[in-house]
């Protein structure tokens, strides 16, 4: 197994890719979603990290990520797997059937590269068939950001941008 090394500095802002062991789809019912909202928003208590942006998908995860001070990307994840593997131990479950052991990471370099990630992470339901707007996919933080007038209730109708390069393989 190669050894892996990731480099972050103190206030980098991430874009991570989490995916579920073997592209299962344990996440495709309300109650899974809305437990990894809940894992999401226990990771906030636990770590200190600002939060931009998540999508939450049937076999994925996408999350936009400030690690402050002392935190990385690498220990969040860590945590995060903790905390939802925990709550699922009781039905018998294993981390390996939850989620693959590593993930995908991009460092934002500029304004420009975050605008096109969050876009990406919110316009992800639409890529993938679940929706035919986003604003129907309540699995995501574009509501927040709609209601913070980053986006209007039509965005999203069509692909606003390339989508950023995650590590996955494309069909």
């Not at 928003?41 to 994925?60: N, W």
């Amino acid at each position: 197994m190669p050894g892996y090394r990731r480099y972050f500095e103190d206030n980098d802002v991430v874009f991570l890719t989490l995916v579920t062991a073997g592209r299962r789809p344990w996440l495709r019912h309300k109650r899974d979603k809305s437990h990894l909202l809940g894992c999401l928003r226990e990771i906030k208590g636990q770590h200190r990290h600002r939060h931009f942006a998540h999508v939450i998908l049937d076999d994925h995860l996408h999350w936009l990520v400030q690690c402050l001070e002392g935190e990385t990307p690498s220990v969040l994840v860590a945590r995060f797997k903790q905390n939802v593997f925990h709550s699922r131990r009781a039905k018998g479950w294993t981390c390996r059937d939850l989620w693959q052991p590593r993930f995908y990471d991009h460092i934002i370099r500029d304004e420009r590269d975050f605008c096109t990630h969050m876009d990406y992470i919110h316009y992800n339901p639409v890529h993938h068939g679940y929706v035919a707007m986003v604003r129907q996919w309540r699995w995501s933080s574009f509501h927040t950001w709609l209601a913070r007038g980053h986006y209007t209730p039509c965005w999203g109708t069509r692909e606003p941008h390339a989508p950023p390069e995650t590590g996955e393989p494309h069909p």
